[in-house]
């Protein structure tokens, strides 16, 4: 559903409007595979201009054919309609759609939860009351948290914008890293950021420290909805 919306200004703000169904166009392209000019001039047709989020679509398809047996999609989804979770999930359920279809086989039928349920429990959770009752919870955790700790100072330049430090770990770490968090019931982000937070606490002594990090609130049978 979200593939067939458009977004529009209304009175309440950024409005959703759903369409019963949207015309999907595949731009179709040749050439040959050598030809790297022409291959990144595809690419940026791909990414084309921005969207209209007003009229939609939302997205645009591109197919080329590089030689007799090589076929590429191109596709550009607007962020709008699309993020980091539902990346995989969509490229997961088009693999799985075209193998069945390449095998003969019926294309599988749509998930038996649709957006429009999605959209509905947002909406419980979007009401006032339900809005009020989470307020309230979190206000009363963070009076009796500490919301900041004094780190530690380094002699380091002084720089007029934050820095970052980028690291790699090499396979075999990353893969005791896992093992151990898998033998604690625990995913490889939960491990990591427990580190994260016992150092916190060695550098400032702070039994508590108060932390937070975004995350996906699809329930558990609406995991793989797109």
Do not use: K
Not at 119 to 145: I, V, Y
């Amino acid at each position: 559903a979200v593939l067939r919306s458009r977004f529009v200004m209304g009175e309440s703000g950024l409005e959703m409007r759903v369409a019963e169904s949207v015309a999907v166009t595949l731009v179709r392209r040749t050439f040959e595979d050598a030809d790297v000019q022409a291959r990144a001039a595809w690419l940026d047709a791909v990414h084309g201009p921005p969207f209209d989020l007003q009229t939609g679509p939302v997205f645009r398809f591109h197919l080329a054919q590089v030689g007799p047996e090589v076929a590429l999609l191109g596709v550009c989804i607007q962020h709008i309609a699309i993020d980091g979770r539902s990346v995989p999930m969509w490229i997961d359920q088009l693999s799985r759609a075209y193998a069945q279809v390449l095998s003969g086989a019926p294309a599988p039928p749509p998930p038996a939860v649709t957006f429009a349920d999605y959209r509905g429990r947002e909406a419980e959770r979007g009401h006032p009351a339900a809005r009020e009752a989470a307020l309230q919870h979190w206000r009363r955790f963070a009076d009796t948290m500490p919301l900041a700790v004094s780190l530690p100072t380094f002699a380091l330049p002084r720089v007029r914008r934050a820095r970052a430090l980028y690291f790699t770990l090499d396979e075999a770490q990353v893969s005791r890293a896992r093992a151990f968090a898998e033998a604690e019931g625990a995913t490889l982000f939960e491990l990591l950021f427990g580190v994260w937070l016992a150092l916190v606490h060695r550098w400032t002594g702070v039994e508590e420290v108060v932390a937070n990090y975004p995350v996906n609130l699809r329930p558990r049978d609406m995991a793989d909805l797109f």
